[in-house]
């Protein structure tokens, strides 16, 4: 046994639905298989929230320990 995966775009999944399922071959099985593009896992948002940014947010610090001392002494 075999087995296809095909992506398409919505413009020609009826049509190609439409032949596959009329062709009446015997040993073939036909699963369709929806994909929800609004669910999202939270590591897929995060990745395309940043995937176009660059981000130097710690760069600047030479003293870790010393920026979180003056952090907390600010609070």
């Known amino acids: ?5 095909l992506k398409m775009e919505d413009s020609i999944y009826q049509n190609l639905m ?4 009329n062709l009446n071959v015997k040993g073939l099985e036909i699963e369709e298989i ?3 593009k ?3 896992n939270t590591k897929t948002k995060i990745k395309e929230l940043f995937s ?3 981000v130097d947010a710690f760069k600047t610090i030479d003293d870790p320990m010393q920026w979180q001392k003056q952090q907390r002494d600010e609070w």
């Open 34 to 36: 929806y994909e929800n």
């Open 38 to 40: 609004t669910i999202k």
């Open 18 to 21: 439409f032949i596959l399922k």
């Open 52 to 54: 176009n940014k660059k």
């Open 1 to 5: 046994m075999h087995t296809i995966k």
